[in-house]
């Protein structure tokens, strides 16, 4: 499976990005993605994860109620909506993709080149 992360760019405090992530590979549809962020200075954490079906999402705390992840399999693309945003979610965003969902939220077996996002206050 091979990812490619688009949409990032420079927004105020407040406003909202849209991040996709399209991908390649026959059994793309059967894999949970997920998105993870690292921001300057710290490590890659965890932001949202979706399975195979679309049908269980997670969120870390610091996103839930303002970030959304959906996927379309017929694009074989994942998105991140991404609302309300802080300072603090300033990072380099990256998508990525593993046939095991349960642990998606600590680990990814493939990995997209991130795209930045930084929000201004």
């Known amino acids: 499976v091979q990812l490619q992360a688009s949409g990032g760019g420079l927004v105020q405090a407040g406003g909202s990005l849209r991040l996709s992530c399209a991908g390649s590979g026959r059994t793309f549809d059967t894999y949970g993605l997920a998105w993870y962020r690292q921001a300057p200075g710290k490590e890659r954490v965890f932001v949202a994860a979706i399975d195979w079906a679309g049908m269980t999402r997670y969120y870390s705390d610091s996103v839930e109620g303002r970030f959304t992840i959906s996927r379309d399999n017929a694009k074989n693309s994942v998105y991140l909506q991404m609302n309300s945003l802080k300072p603090e979610d300033t990072a380099v965003y990256y998508c990525?993709?593993?046939?095991?969902?349960?642990?998606?939220?600590?680990?990814?077996?493939?990995w997209g080149r991130g795209t930045q996002v930084t929000v201004s206050s």
């Open positions: 990525a993709a593993d046939a095991t969902f349960v642990s998606i939220k600590t680990r990814a077996t493939y």
